[in-house]
């Protein structure tokens, strides 16, 4: 061996280690433990065994408009939004005219500030000058009017809009994975006589479950921590009927109910590592493609 | 055969259809507020379809003069950046360690780096909070850098890991050789080839840390020390019924981001897919 002192190598591992403990490792700690406890940031935590949880589920219905809305935005991201980018990395995968192009452009919403994209969206959505209803008026309909984000009717769907269609993260994972799949598989399939939906039920879907499987993820997980397209549109009105966790999180801080709050994190972490587990099982993610 | 040609036709125009959704719906927003941004409130009111009557940059000049503006844009790059360079030189050291040696606990640390990617961002925003305020940092430029640096922890780690373990170990031995030292074998050969690697972590932390809405909003009161980010959400209620300059703000803040993506297309969708695969 060369001669170099192995006191370096940890040394080199110092630095994250201390990032790592400091803002992971002490909080997740934390956030389980006073999850059981009273505390509010100036008394010491007292512990009151399952209160908070007991709080969560029977206080109010935040939790449960919290966990539907939860349900629907996760139905809504694993059936619209991954088919979406899907759809978009299948057609960008036969390079048509302009493909670069598309997929460049179809980038910059999420480069850009979800804090803005939210502030433009409240914009898109206002009755008087936003697009979205002075479009509507222009192809017909001269009478409608809606406040999008504060008819509880229609903020729901608002929300949803924000983000629905914008699937780029979808559209990469699914066509670096489409664009590695060998190409004499496509010609054998195509020489045996296979034709171009067989090709893609048969080969391409099996071998992009991984991509599909990780933006389930990706995008289930976005949800659970969804915070500005709410915090900054509806607060989760009218009423509580947008609602979701991360805003709930968010009140119980800034109420100084840290016990509270870190139960509802809790439970955050449970449903983030829930949501793994099953799409881990059901895309068969643990599972090599090739073999 | 002329089914077939029907059919292929059909294909066609749904692909093309779909794309050009896209492409609209991606450019559409930005574009309404630009445009917008140069007509007066009453046009923007009450004709949000027309193009601005004449182009004057009276909006953007008054935006800028704002008590504020400057000081947050000041403050979105110090901390974006510092917090950027400071982390990509934390995780290159641990992702270098992890690359070329062997040491005890490497495993362990390893997986217990990589479980950070499941804990959903802000499920620990409490003991954050909690602990920038027992520092006496809360309101603090300081708080923000130092929140920011641990957020790209574990893909940065995976990039970097990945960037280390393709520079071949024959250069490090004949370094050694002539007696260089371990600080120079890494500053010297290792990171200059990780260059790429470098590139794609750091975009990827920077986009992430310029664009940072949450912590940004918890962690500061006062104005002056406010991100851009959270700046707009005030401005929204400053200007409340100024959208010319409301408009020029938004498109201000976003401008950045996308002239930083559009010089580095290349590096921003690799850092996705990375970033998406999680080992």
Redesign the interface.
């Known amino acids: 061996m060369y001669k170099y002192n192995k006191l370096w190598v940890y040394l080199f591992i110092v630095p994250t280690l201390i990032v790592f403990l400091t803002f992971y490792f002490v909080p997740i700690l934390t956030v389980f433990t006073t999850g059981f406890t009273e505390w509010n940031g100036f008394n010491a935590p007292k512990f009151v065994g399952f209160d908070n949880y007991k709080m969560i589920f029977t206080d109010d219905n935040s939790i449960t408009v919290s966990l539907m809305n939860l349900l629907k935005w996760s139905l809504i991201a694993t059936f619209i939004h991954v088919p979406f980018g899907a759809l978009v990395a299948f057609i960008i995968f036969k390079q048509p005219f302009g493909w670069r192009f598309v997929r460049g452009v179809f980038m910059i919403p999420n480069v850009i500030a979800v804090s803005a994209w939210a502030i433009i969206y409240r914009f898109i959505f206002n009755d008087q000058m936003g697009l979205l209803n002075n479009f509507i008026r222009k192809i017909g309909f001269s009478d409608f009017h809606t406040n999008w984000f504060f008819d509880s009717q229609y903020a729901f769907s608002a929300i949803s809009l924000t983000w629905v269609f914008y699937a780029v993260i979808v559209t990469l994972l699914v066509l670096s994975d489409l664009m590695a799949i060998p190409k004499e598989l496509h010609e054998a399939a195509k020489i045996d006589g296979a034709t171009e939906a067989q090709i893609h039920w048969r080969i391409n879907f099996p071998l992009i479950r991984g991509s599909l499987g990780t933006s389930v993820i990706l995008s289930v997980i976005a949800r659970i921590t969804m915070f500005e397209a709410i915090f900054l549109t509806t607060k989760g009105g009218p009423g509580n009927s947008t609602y979701n966790i991360s805003v709930m999180l968010y009140d119980g801080i800034i109420n100084y109910e840290f016990g509270y709050a870190n139960a509802v994190a809790t439970i955050m972490i449970i449903l983030g590592i829930g949501v793994l587990a099953i799409t881990t099982k059901v895309f068969k993610m643990n599972k090599s493609v090739y073999n | 055969m002329k089914a077939d040609l029907l059919k292929r036709g059909l294909v066609?125009l749904f692909?093309?259809l779909?794309?050009i959704?896209?492409?609209c719906?991606?450019?559409?927003?930005?574009l309404?507020?630009t445009v917008s941004s140069f007509k007066s409130n009453k046009a923007?009111?009450n004709t949000?379809?027309a193009l601005p009557t004449e182009i004057n940059f009276r909006a953007y000049a008054s935006v800028l003069q704002m008590n504020n503006f400057l000081s947050n844009t000041f403050n979105s790059v110090l901390i974006s950046i510092s917090s950027t360079l400071i982390a990509l030189?934390?995780?290159a050291?641990?992702a270098?360690?992890?690359a070329k040696?062997d040491?005890i606990g490497k495993r362990t640390?390893f997986i217990?780096?990589s479980v950070?990617l499941?804990?959903?961002?802000?499920?620990?925003?409490?003991?954050?909070?909690?602990?920038i305020?027992l520092t006496g940092l809360y309101d603090t430029r300081l708080a923000l850098i130092i929140?920011y640096?641990?957020a790209g922890?574990a893909v940065s780690?995976f990039i970097l890991r990945a960037s280390f373990l393709s520079i071949p170990r024959e250069l490090d031995?004949a370094a050694?050789?002539e007696s260089a030292?371990?600080?120079q074998?890494?500053f010297h050969i290792n990171l200059p080839l990780a260059k790429a690697g470098l590139a794609t972590a750091g975009i990827l932390m920077f986009?992430g840390n310029?664009?940072?809405?949450?912590y940004g909003f918890?962690l500061t009161a006062s104005a002056e020390n406010r991100t851009?980010?959270?700046a707009?959400?005030f401005f929204?209620e400053q200007f409340s019924y100024n959208?010319t300059q409301l408009f020029a703000a938004?498109t201000l803040?976003?401008l950045p981001?996308?002239i930083?993506?559009m010089l580095a297309?290349e590096q921003?969708?690799q850092s996705?897919?990375s970033g998406?695969?999680?080992g």
């Open positions: 066609w692909s093309y779909v794309l959704f896209t492409v719906i991606s450019l559409v927003p930005l309404w507020i923007i009111l949000p379809f030189l934390f995780y050291l641990a270098y360690s992890f040696f040491f640390l217990l780096f950070t499941l804990i959903p961002g802000h499920a620990t925003a409490q003991p954050i909070f909690s602990f305020n929140v640096i641990s922890l780690l031995e050694y050789m030292s371990f600080w074998v890494f986009l310029w664009n940072e809405f949450f918890m851009l980010p959270v707009l959400q929204t959208y938004l803040v976003t981001s996308i930083l993506y297309q921003v969708q996705v897919v998406g695969v999680k």
